[in-house]
């Protein structure tokens, strides 16, 4: 069993992958709904992914009309009227990458830097999606957020 299907499986959920194929990518994202809401999912997880973002309001959209919670990793989503978002912190990513643009100006090697990964990660909620969609986010949960949309 894969590890991420034993998971889901422990906690009571099944996890559907599915991909928002095609082209025009707005095409596949509404073909990507059609199955979600005929299958009648009771949540949604969207990657952080250039597609997507590039899509977000749409699915955040779409989200809402089908009363779907989601949750995704990007924090635009949740500005913009997602139910929430946990993903990096992109000022955090821009100032690693400026550092790293600076070595290789001073002549550091691309190749002899070392690979790091995002350090800050941010969950943001938002209370009005909560509320139009009829849910309450756990107070343990608020007290989590590094920000709230009221």
């Known amino acids: 069993m894969e590890r991420r299907a034993f998971i889901a ?14 082209q025009p990518p707005k095409e596949g994202i509404h073909r990507a709904f059609s199955v979600i809401t005929r299958e009648r999912a009771q949540a949604l997880v969207v990657v952080a992914d250039p597609l ?4 977000e309001r749409r699915i955040v959209e779409l989200a809402a009309r089908n009363r779907l919670p989601a949750m995704h990793g990007l924090r635009q ?6 139910l929430m978002s946990y993903g990096s912190n992109f000022d955090d990513l821009y100032r690693q990458a400026a ?17 790091e990964q995002p350090t ?17 986010i756990p107070q ?9 949309i009221q």
Do not use: C, M, Q, W
């Not at 499986?9 to 095609?22: H, R």
């Not at 997507?52 to 899509?55: C, I, Q, V």
């Not at 343990?140 to 709230?148: C, T």
């Open 9 to 22: 499986a422990t906690i009571g959920l099944l996890a559907a992958p599915l991909a928002a194929e095609g």
């Open 52 to 55: 997507f973002g590039a899509h």
């Open 77 to 82: 989503a949740a500005t913009s009227g997602g």
């Open 99 to 115: 550092i790293y643009v600076d070595k290789i100006v001073k002549g550091a090697k691309p190749g002899d830097l070392p690979v």
């Open 120 to 136: 800050k990660f941010e969950l943001v909620i938002n209370l009005k999606t909560a509320k139009a969609l009829g849910l309450t």
């Open 140 to 148: 343990s949960l608020l007290a989590r957020a590094d920000e709230i």
